[in-house]
Nanobody, 123 residues
Framework: QVQLVESGGGLVQAGGSLRLSCAAS????????MAWFRQAPGKERDFVAT????????YYADSVKGRFTISRDNAKNTVYLQMNSLKPEDTAVYYC????????????????WGQGTQVTVSS
């Protein structure tokens, strides 16, 4: 099992940057595929980015390509999401998820979730 805790959210003006962190407990973090999803009020949880256990394979949603960067530090049991050029439509609660087997863009394939961190982008 793995427990996840997100941090780094906040209020930022359009065009600004934030760096989210997701700290994981347990000694097997390096075996998990990690991802970031986001959920706006009244909407489904949407895929943002995912990174393989080794960090070699990375995928992004089209809406964040070129602006967001996912990375991981297996020595620190942490995955990051660097968000630049933020837009009001990026406003959501951001969740990190962990998957044991396949790299996926579907929320249902991630068995472990953090509590989320709010990101609000003002225009």
């Amino acid at each position: 099992q793995v427990q996840l805790v997100e941090s780094g959210g906040g209020l930022v003006q359009a065009g600004g940057s934030l760096r989210l962190s997701c700290a994981a407990s347990g000694r097997t973090f390096s075996r998990y595929i990690m991802a970031w999803f986001r959920q706006a009020p009244g909407k489904e949880r949407d895929f943002v980015a995912t990174i393989s256990a080794s960090g070699v394979n990375i995928y992004y949603a089209d809406s964040v390509k070129g602006r967001f960067t996912i990375s991981r530090d297996n020595a620190k049991n942490t995955v990051y999401l660097q968000m630049n050029s933020l837009k009001p439509e990026d406003t959501a609660v951001y969740y990190c998820g962990a998957a044991a087997s396949i790299i996926s863009m579907r929320a249902k394939d991630y068995g472990y979730w953090g509590q989320g961190t709010q990101v609000t982008v003002s225009s």
